[in-house]
């Protein structure tokens, strides 16, 4: 009887052992996904900074090669009538 009553006992402790792992390991990937998140998030307002810096860059040079040239931006008539 007493051999029963311990099978029992242990079995019920294993369930509640793989319950505290699992709910362990519920909580580990939550906190990777959330970490992960916040860094996915980062990384995307950097990629927007540096769009930004580009397109402001492109925009210097462009006007440096134009004035290197004696370009300017000049307004031109439209063609096609003379209204």
Known sequence: MTFWFFEAFLMKIMFIAALVI?????GFL???L??????LK???QRF???Q????QLQNQLAQVQREA???TV???PLSGGGR
């Open 34 to 39: 959330n970490s992960t998140q916040e860094a």
């Open 22 to 26: 699992a709910m362990g390991l519920i």
């Open 42 to 44: 980062t990384s995307q």
């Open 52 to 55: 930004q810096v580009t397109f």
């Open 30 to 32: 939550y906190q990777q």
């Open 74 to 76: 000049r307004s031109r």
């Open 48 to 50: 927007a900074d540096c």
């Open 69 to 71: 040239r004696g370009d």
